[in-house]
T-cell receptor, first 115, second 114 residues
Framework: AQSVAQPEDQVNVAEGNPLTVKCTYS??????LFWYVQYPNRGLQFLLK??????LVKGSYGFEAEFNKSQTSFHLKKPSALVSDSALYFC?????????????FGAGTRLFVKA | KAGVTQTPRYLIKTRGQQVTLSCSPI?????VSWYQQTPGQGLQFLFE???????NKGNFPGRFSGRQFSNSRSEMNVSTLELGDSALYLC?????????????FGPGTRLTVT
């Protein structure tokens, strides 16, 4: 079965500094990896995905993620953090299931960006 | 394009009661998935519907059920509510529910069971 792990419950960064939110995955076959963000009292928003191709994936709001097959990682990055980036971030993988697919989410990493 | 909508946004129910939650996907999206979000268990997959058929089901008891209508709108039902069912229930839609499809989430229904 597929799985993702987010080793950090919380990441603190100062505004203007680069940020990294870590994710490692375990899959059989090709990985289909996603990042979602959840703001307070709202549903999840899609940020970016890796299906195939370039290892550096660009997404919404200036975020990008680097796929590293040898390290089985898919870390989320942003060159310069904003206070408004403070939210809960989920790494996810698509898993095949009888008749279709389901999304398996990591436990989430809470990002705090301090002004 | 309108996003995914969920009704109601908040519900308070008593143990033993049943509840029905509704989800309207983005226009043109045929796959609807449901997730339960709790502080302790995180995001857990409940089920997925595609073209009015349940295509996937997570590890939840039979008290949790759902359906999808011909216009892709979906409902989920929880019968004989337990305190542990208190959670945020999220609905997500995607075009076809394919392996590479990103999902678009509604704001959720916050269910409190007392």
């Amino acid at each position: 079965a597929q799985s993702v792990a987010q080793p950090e419950d919380q990441v603190n960064v100062a505004e203007g500094n680069p940020l990294t939110v870590k994710c490692t995955y375990s899959v059989s076959g090709n990985p289909y990896l996603f990042w979602y963000v959840q703001y307070p009292n709202r549903g999840l928003q899609f940020l970016l995905k890796y299906i195939t191709g370039d290892n550096l994936v660009k997404g919404s709001y200036g975020f990008e993620a680097e796929f590293n097959k040898s390290q089985t990682s898919f870390h989320l990055k942003k060159p310069s953090a904003l206070v408004s980036d403070s939210a809960l971030y989920f790494c996810a993988v698509r898993d095949s299931h009888t008749g279709g697919f389901k999304t398996i989410f990591g436990a989430g990493t809470r990002l705090f960006v301090k002004a | 394009k309108a996003g995914v909508t969920q009704t109601p946004r908040y519900l308070i129910k008593t143990r033993g009661q049943q509840v029905t939650l509704s989800c309207s996907p983005i226009s043109g999206h045929r796959s609807v998935s449901w997730y339960q979000q709790t502080p302790g268990q995180g995001l857990q997959f409940l089920f997925e519907y595609f073209s009015e058929t349940q295509r996937n089901k997570g590890n939840f008891p039979g008290r949790f059920s759902g359906r999808q209508f011909s216009n892709s709108r979906s409902e989920m039902n929880v019968s004989t509510l337990e305190l542990g069912d208190s959670a945020l229930y999220l609905c997500a839609s995607s075009l076809e529910g394919g392996v590479g499809d990103e999902q678009y989430f509604g704001p959720g229904t916050r269910l409190t069971v007392t």
